[in-house]
């Protein structure tokens, strides 16, 4: 077991990922991988798109000022993750999809583990899983473990 990848959000399921991840880190010394992702609204993209290309500079600090690049989600899971005794930890916040970022990070690093929660900060308590677990079940093409 040399790598995690766990998707962060924020929520009480994906605190839970992050702990059984640790706890699996810390047995195997596999290095642990957190991502978030966050999807521009759509009215933003467009004037992202629309952007002069003649001002690489200008929308480069467009794009920062629009995503933050370091969620308050993903420095509460790294600090979660450390105190449970974590030695190797990456955050990664990415724009996208999800479930599909979760999986393009396990892809490109060769993660051994995906780690998610069964649900997370959406408010549907009759569906059993969120759409980002389910889509994340879907698509990895390595073992995913759904705490829940
Ligand atoms: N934006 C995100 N970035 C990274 N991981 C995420 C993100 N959203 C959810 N996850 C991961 O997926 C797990 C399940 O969350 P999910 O979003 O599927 O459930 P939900 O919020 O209850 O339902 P839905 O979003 O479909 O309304 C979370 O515990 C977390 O591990
Ligand atoms: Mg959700």
């Known amino acids: 077991m040399k790598r995690i990848v766990v ?3 924020g929520s009480e399921p994906a605190d839970r990922a992050v702990d059984a991840a640790a706890a699996i880190s810390v047995a195997t010394g596999a290095e642990l991988i957190l991502v978030t992702a966050s999807v ?3 009215v933003v993209k467009d004037e992202l798109e629309s952007y002069p290309q003649a001002e690489p500079q200008a929308r480069q600090d467009l794009e920062r000022l629009l995503v933050d690049p ?5 420095y509460r899971a790294r600090g979660r993750a450390a105190g449970k005794g974590v030695k190797s930890i990456e955050a990664l916040a990415v724009i996208g999809d999800p479930a599909e970022e979760i999986v393009g990070a396990a ?3 060769h993660a051994d583990l ?6 997370g900060r959406g408010s549907l308590e009759s569906i059993v899983f969120g759409s980002v677990s389910l889509k994340t079940m879907q698509l990895a093409k390595c073992p995913v473990i759904v705490v829940p």
């Open 114 to 119: 995906v780690v998610v929660g069964r649900r």
């Open 7 to 9: 998707g962060v959000d």
């Open 40 to 42: 521009l609204p759509i």
């Open 107 to 109: 892809d490109r690093r």
């Open 70 to 74: 370091r969620p308050a989600c993903l």
